[in-house]
């Protein structure tokens, strides 16, 4: 369980904490069941090669999103606001990958009375491959 970090904890340059998962069938299972999204793609090997992935079936999208957001709050604690999160798909979560959320603090700032922490994220694979690049902006409470 994280602990909670405070605005005053992050500065410009930190690097949040690797998080990562190997993904399979069963981890795409548990995914799609949560989320009904039992697509063939995702399920099957054949409709994964019919989809142009010679591999065969390919993890989901939104899966990496979560994981990005998982690492966030890990992270940051449960005081933590994830106020905005963006990322582009640009590359396939093949079977038995290692995912890795990484991300880097590119701002910090008080706007609108909130204590903003800007954030690049990403989603690498095993061999360092960026398949999921993007930047979130979080919102952390201030000490006492």
């Keep these: 369980m994280a602990v909670n970090v405070y605005f005053e904890d992050i500065n410009v340059g930190d ?54 957001l998982n690492a966030l709050r890990d992270w940051l604690g449960d005081e933590t606001e994830i106020r905005e999160l963006f990322c582009e798909f640009r590359a396939i979560n093949q079977k038995n990958d290692v995912l890795t959320v990484i991300g880097t603090v590119t701002g910090k700032s008080v706007e609108e009375g909130e204590n903003r922490v800007y954030l690049d994220v990403d989603v690498v694979n095993q061999t360092g491959a960026k398949t999921c690049p993007g930047k979130a902006i979080v919102v952390l409470p201030r000490r006492g």
Excluded: C
């Design 15 to 68: 690097r949040i904490p690797a998080w990562s998962r190997k993904t399979d069938f069963m981890n795409w299972n548990r995914y799609a069941a949560v989320n009904d999204e039992f697509i063939y793609i995702h399920m099957d090997d054949e409709a994964g090669r019919a989809a142009a992935n010679p591999q065969g079936a390919f993890g989901m999208g939104n899966l990496r999103f979560a994981y990005i």
